[in-house]
């Protein structure tokens, strides 16, 4: 995710572009005793070393005063160059060629997907989310510390598990009460995912019909402070069947 500092169909307009942004939005990235590093992106195209390296000098309009850091910059800015796509067919590109320049202000910790795949969950149904889905739409609900994630379909957890990782409590239902209850045996079931990873179990899972909310009409105070604290994924109709509770198993 990048702050956007220009853009242009050529670096000419990018330039005008990167310096009409505001000064005080770029100024405290650019002081003494700070650390930068600039990459360069392309889509639609390769750029050669020689060529991204090109790209950089050509930004020193751009007045960096800190220094170069490869390894831990303080800020990161990124050149994203895209390819008048579609121009080697003979007809008019499909999409123009634009230019980006901008500074990061979040990326993805790449290295949570080999960890958290699917094929290496010790329980798995037919509609188990992907771990990387799974993690976008816990950072959508910003589950954190604090935060109670409830999962209506919760089926093997998957989503549960994402918000889990972020330290969000969790709390999950489904109408098939061999999923919540039985899984496939003790050691391969729901919890026995969160085990794997060594992440706190569900507060409880409910066997539950989501066309009749298990909630008591007297928790209508209670749940009204609770909607910005929990999040409902809904991914398929619901059905008929009455609200059980099951926790760790019991």
């Known amino acids: 995710m990048y702050e956007l500092w220009g853009q242009g169909s050529d670096y000419e307009e990018l330039e005008e572009s990167i310096r ?3 000064e005080e939005r770029k100024s405290p990235y650019l002081q ?7 990459s360069v992106e392309s889509f639609g195209k390769a750029i050669s070393f020689q060529e991204q390296n090109e790209r950089i000098q050509g930004l020193a309009y751009i007045p960096f005063k800190g220094q170069v850091n490869l390894k831990s910059p303080d800020h990161k800015f990124c050149l994203l160059e895209t390819a ?19 500074r990061e202000v979040g990326g993805a910790d790449r290295k949570l997907i080999p960890t958290y795949q699917l094929k290496s969950r010790t329980y798995l149904g037919p509609t188990a989310m ?22 209506p379909f919760v089926g093997t957890g998957s989503i549960l598990v994402g918000a889990a990782h972020f330290g969000a409590m969790t709390m999950g239902a489904d109408i098939d009460i061999r999923v919540v209850r039985d899984g496939r045996g003790p050691d391969c079931n729901v919890w026995s995912n969160f085990k794997q990873y060594g992440l706190p179990p569900p507060i409880a899972l ?26 409902l994924f809904i991914f398929r109709g619901a059905e008929v ?10």
């Open 84 to 102: 008048d796509y579609g121009l080697n067919n003979g007809l008019p590109p499909i999409a123009q060629r634009r230019i980006f320049f901008g």
């Open 32 to 38: 003494p005793g700070s650390s930068f590093k600039i």
């Open 130 to 151: 992907d771990a990387e889905m799974a993690f976008l739409m816990a950072n959508q609900a910003l589950a954190t510390s604090g935060k109670l994630v409830f999962d």
């Open 206 to 231: 409910l066997r539950a019909d989501n066309n009749l909310p298990p909630w008591r009409p007297g928790l209508k105070e209670v749940q009204q402070q609770y909607l910005h604290q929990y999040y």
């Open 20 to 22: 009409n942004f505001p």
């Open 241 to 250: 069947s009455l609200p059980l509770l099951y926790t760790d198993g019991h």
